[in-house]
């Protein structure tokens, strides 16, 4: 965190998590984090979380001066998801970490994150389009499946069922093992259509 303190002052971050408001005193700093002078690690929380934070001052009394003007809100956006068609709202987690639809979790997983599906067939609507680093780990391709809804375009990037980066923003990594891509009843131009790099491997193209 950047503060304007002053000689003798102390900055520090309150947040709020799940209703409970905890303050904790920074430590000076200037060469951890690039451009700030001070910095308070907050407990790590769980995914679906909402955390907000703000920053305040206290004199060498220890006396707090007040808050800076400086608050954030964020929500911890999961780095490991599961999805399973057999889940539903009841499940714990879902919506969050669980989900029954692989667009749904691809959503909600953070970069760098791991989608893991479970046995079973999963109808995906539209394109299935890939814009951050990503893993899906199925269950195998005998019994992991997915499966269109509709056909795909016929040119371009349209032409891809799954899109993993774009010609302007290739920068992305894609890995996918265990499962099925099962095309049939569909006109499917190309399953995967990529711009990225990764790893495509233990699974079956079909239809």
């Given amino acids: 965190m950047d503060s304007d303190t002053a000689l003798g002052e102390i ?14 005193l920074g430590t000076y700093d200037t060469s951890t984090y690039a451009g700030a002078n001070w910095y308070a690690d907050i407990p790590i929380q769980a995914a679906g979380t909402q955390v907000s934070y703000q920053l ?13 003007g400086f608050n954030w809100n964020y929500t911890v956006i999961p780095t490991t ?3 399973d068609d057999d889940f539903t709202s009841d499940t714990p987690g879902w919506d969050v970490t669980h989900f029954a639809t692989i ?10 994150g791991t989608i893991n599906v479970a046995a079973g067939t999963y109808n995906e609507i539209g394109q299935i389009v890939i814009n951050k680093d990503l893993s899906i780990v ?10 269109p809804t509709s056909n795909t375009g016929s040119s371009d990037d ?14 992305v990594e894609f890995n996918l093992s265990g499962v099925t891509l099962d095309g049939a009843g569909y006109n499917i131009h190309t ?6 790099t990764g ?4 699974n079956v193209i079909t239809n």
């Fill in 81 to 83: 998801v599961y999805v």
């Fill in 11 to 24: 900055a520090g971050v309150e947040y709020l998590i799940n209703g409970t408001y905890t303050k904790i």
């Fill in 158 to 171: 349209a032409r891809g069922w799954f899109l993993v980066g774009t010609q302007v923003a290739p920068d």
């Fill in 56 to 68: 305040f001052t206290r004199n060498e009394s220890g006396d707090d001066y007040g808050y800076t």
């Fill in 138 to 147: 199925g269950n195998g391709a005998a019994t992991t499946i997915i499966k």
């Fill in 199 to 202: 790893i495509i491997e233990n």
């Fill in 191 to 196: 399953a995967i259509r990529s711009w990225g």
């Fill in 103 to 112: 667009q749904n979790a691809i959503t909600a997983t953070a970069p760098g």
